[in-house]
């Protein structure tokens, strides 16, 4: 009976193993290029239906750590970040950025007038997922596209401000040498999600890997 067992239990997690593997390939399909071509290209769907409440509380703390996305995004991309006393490292009230979008070093302190210089960007915008796929999510996945780390970067607050709901088609970063690691993040976000990508979207996409051969996608 003991021997069953452990065949049994062997047998079990090798199967989970196997799973995991499996799993584990379907979400790396290869490089950002790679990753792009297997991507669907349909037309943008309209927006209707389109509301920021689509994709659930804004900064909604998806991952229960007690804290709000938005703050967790600062305290992953600032340095020598701060925090509010009594708020157990939840609330950032200064730090600095190294800003992707253009290579500037941005001081955060957080206030009234000051906060807003520096932006969580969603790398595909919600307008954007929502024209590609994303009024097919539940609501439950729009509230984790809206809140997922892989689609979050602290930046630049005006630069945030120009890009509004664009693509890669009408935005990329003022940054060049962040551009391949912009496009491949939005790929991976993609792909993540079961979004698609519009014909000028996809050209830009593979005009900017052709640069940056083998790019590869980024590590959630």
């Given at each position: 009976?003991?021997?069953?067992?452990?065949?049994?239990?062997?047998?079990?997690?090798?199967?989970?193993?196997?799973?995991?593997?499996?799993?584990?390939?379907?979400?790396?399909?290869?490089?950002?290029?790679?990753?792009?071509?297997?991507?669907?290209?349909?037309?943008?769907?309209?927006?209707?239906?389109?509301?920021?409440?689509?994709?659930?509380?804004?900064?909604?703390?998806?991952?229960?750590?007690?804290?709000?996305?938005?703050?967790?995004?600062?305290?992953?991309?600032?340095?020598?970040?701060?925090?509010?006393?009594?708020?157990?490292?939840?609330?950032?009230?200064?730090?600095?950025?190294?800003?992707?979008?253009?290579?500037?070093?941005?001081?955060?302190?957080?206030?009234?007038?000051?906060?807003?210089?520096?932006?969580?960007?969603?790398?595909?915008?919600?307008?954007?997922?929502?024209?590609?796929?994303?009024?097919?999510?539940?609501?439950?996945?729009?509230?984790?596209?809206?809140?997922?780390?892989?689609?979050?970067?602290?930046?630049?607050?005006?630069?945030?401000?120009?890009?509004?709901?664009?693509?890669?088609?009408?935005?990329?970063?003022?940054?060049?040498?962040?551009?391949?690691?912009?496009?491949?993040?939005q790929v991976g976000v993609k792909a993540r999600y079961r979004l698609w990508v519009t014909p000028?979207?996809?050209?830009?996409?593979?005009?900017?890997?052709?640069?940056?051969?083998?790019?590869?996608?980024?590590?959630?």
């Open positions: 009976m003991r021997l069953f067992v452990r065949i049994l239990t062997v047998t079990v997690i090798s199967i989970s193993f196997v799973s995991a593997c499996t799993a584990t390939a379907a979400a790396n399909p290869g490089d950002a290029a790679a990753a792009l071509a297997a991507l669907p290209v349909k037309g943008r769907a309209p927006m209707t239906g389109y509301s920021r409440e689509q994709y659930g509380p804004a900064w909604a703390d998806i991952d229960h750590n007690g804290c709000d996305t938005r703050n967790d995004v600062l305290a992953r991309d600032l340095t020598g970040e701060t925090f509010k006393a009594g708020t157990h490292n939840c609330v950032v009230i200064s730090g600095q950025l190294a800003d992707p979008y253009t290579g500037r070093n941005i001081t955060f302190k957080r206030g009234q007038e000051t906060s807003d210089d520096i932006q969580i960007d969603h790398v595909v915008a919600l307008g954007d997922s929502w024209q590609t796929g994303a009024q097919q999510l539940t609501r439950e996945e729009r509230t984790r596209l809206a809140n997922d780390p892989f689609n979050l970067l602290a930046v630049d607050g005006p630069s945030n401000n120009q890009k509004r709901d664009s693509d890669a088609a009408s935005w990329l970063p003022p940054n060049k040498g962040y551009r391949c690691k912009y496009v491949a993040r000028p979207e996809r050209d830009a996409i593979a005009r900017i890997l052709q640069g940056c051969p083998g790019e590869p996608l980024p590590d959630r």
